[in-house]
């Protein structure tokens, strides 16, 4: 099994002019082995699981061989983090091995991250430590699940090696599956150095792999624009559906393609706080729950900024069809909001007054500092009260009596919903998960694996979220909130 299986590398990023990245291999490792394999992922991109776990594969998902046909690179881009301008970022502990065809010709990021310097790292090691990669691991894939795009986890190894943070910690890599690693700080990259050609080669990139439709358009440009802001209006309504705070929606993390990217400071929430954040260092809230649409706008706006030399030679009719572009954000985001709510709520579609319905829920459920995930599966048991017993969370939350003249004006909006009560429920069950990768639960099995090198809880979480849908009694403790002494105080990046 260590013999190399023959992987589809069709490499067109690295196939761009030089200025988009610098040529670069990963730094290899002491002594790696095996956290975990994502087989259906692999068996999807067209790899032999079987294989990646074999020494062979542990080896080229930690840096220490190069598979035939990779091109490794790390790109250049630049971004806002925080509100703050940084003109030069880049990868700075990622390479792109390169592009992965699957058999439907489907393209795929291959990337390994935490694999050592690169010219972008800024003096740093360029390694990660295995705590941001078990955290990654556990919450891209949970998204996955849950129907959120988002960037996935192919494979994750420790290094033999330890990383320096605020502790000493065993160094790990995560191979990282993404549709493409293009930011918007992609393209604030080349604007910020009046790179005029490098833009249009990137927008002509972007169209062809994410966008095809657009190429066709009077304005391709303006076109592509329009996609990207959809993309970011619908991925930001499922954040906001799942109680998901992202924690640094910086430009840098903010993907063309539309998937989430980068779960550093991240959290579901417990306890529905609108002003929630998950990031330590976001003192100011800038990131908190109830502000990440308005953010996701205000990176669009820069986004638009930097294709106005593209959108029309004249500066004025750029601006117009820019502005037009991002003011359509908030009706594009609003809407996905409530088509998601309402798939949540069990009601087959949108209808008059559903607005003030989901408001004045999410206002109860502030005030009564209620679970969000539970209350809304709680819900799903109330469509059709004993429908599914055994699906019932109700010995794990109770809901407060300030719900119960909601609860009869949700019930008469049902009744006039043309849905059965059974597949009412149903929906309801399959689109309010009971079992969510809760910041607690994270912690522990970062805690097992750093300080008892113990990696079964990790495996228990992952194996427990690929069906979140589904209530299982017997696992109930990772359907519940944290206790108090089990709340999770502070929440890093992990650089």
């Not at 592009?99 to 690169?118: A, C, H, M, W």
């Not at 909601?406 to 006039?416: F, G, K, M, P, S």
């Amino acid at each position: 099994m260590n013999q190399q299986p023959q992987l589809s590398f069709d490499n067109s990023y690295a196939a761009l002019p030089d200025r988009f990245f610098a040529r670069q291999e990963p730094t290899p490792v002491s002594k790696p082995g095996l956290i975990r394999i994502n087989h259906a992922l692999a068996e999807r991109l067209g790899i032999d699981p079987a294989w990646l776990e074999s020494e062979a594969g542990i080896e080229v998902l930690a840096g220490n061989r190069l598979p035939e046909g990779a091109s490794p690179i790390a790109a250049a881009y630049a971004g806002h983090q925080f509100g703050g301008w940084n003109p030069q970022l880049g990868d700075g502990r990622a390479v792109l091995l390169g592009e992965i065809l699957t058999q439907d010709n489907v393209r795929y990021d291959f990337q390994l991250k935490g694999s050592g310097p690169t010219p972008w790292s800024r003096g740093g090691d360029g390694r990660a430590p295995i705590g941001p990669v078990l955290r990654e691991y556990v919450l891209s894939e949970a998204m996955a699940v849950l129907g959120v795009p988002t960037t996935r986890a192919l494979g994750a190894v420790t290094t033999g090696d330890t990383v320096i943070r605020n502790d000493i910690q065993p160094g790990a890599v995560l191979a990282r599956v993404a549709s493409s690693h293009i930011r918007i700080g992609t393209f604030q990259y080349f604007a910020a150095r009046s790179d005029t050609e490098a833009l249009q080669v990137l927008v002509d990139h972007v169209i062809a792999r994410h966008y095809p439709q657009a190429a066709d358009a009077q304005n391709p440009c303006h076109a592509m624009l329009d996609c990207a802001i959809r993309q970011q209006a619908e991925l930001i309504a499922k954040w906001q559906a799942l109680g998901f705070i992202h924690g640094v929606m910086n430009t840098d993390n903010m993907l063309l393609s539309g998937e989430t990217v980068d779960y550093g400071p991240c959290a579901f929430m417990d306890a529905f706080d609108p002003d929630k954040v998950f990031s330590s260092i976001d003192t100011g809230g800038r990131y908190a729950y109830r502000k990440q649409p308005g953010i996701a706008h205000w990176n669009l706006s820069n986004l638009a900024q930097t294709l106005l030399p593209l959108l029309a030679e004249e500066e004025d009719t750029a601006i117009a069809l820019a502005q037009a572009s991002i003011d359509a954000f908030p009706d594009l985001f609003l809407n996905a909001h409530q088509r998601e709510m309402s798939r949540k709520l069990g009601l087959s579609e949108p209808g008059n007054g559903d607005e003030r319905l989901i408001q004045d829920l999410v206002t109860l459920m502030a005030d009564e500092k209620t679970d969000f995930t539970l209350t809304f599966r709680r819900l799903a048991d109330l469509a059709a009260p004993g429908e599914n017993a055994t699906g019932e969370v109700s010995q794990l939350f109770t809901m407060p009596d300030a719900f119960t003249e909601w609860i009869n004006r949700w019930q008469e909006r049902l009744n006039l919903d043309p849905l059965s009560a059974p597949e009412r429920q149903a929906s309801m069950y399959n689109a309010n998960p009971v079992f969510i990768p809760r910041n607690h639960l994270v912690e522990e099995v970062i805690r097992a694996a750093v300080y008892d090198n113990d990696l079964a809880p990790f495996h228990t979480l992952v194996n427990t979220l690929e069906s979140p849908f589904e209530y299982r009694p017997e696992l109930a403790k990772f359907a519940v909130p944290a206790t108090p002494e089990q709340v999770v105080t502070q929440t890093f990046c992990g650089t």
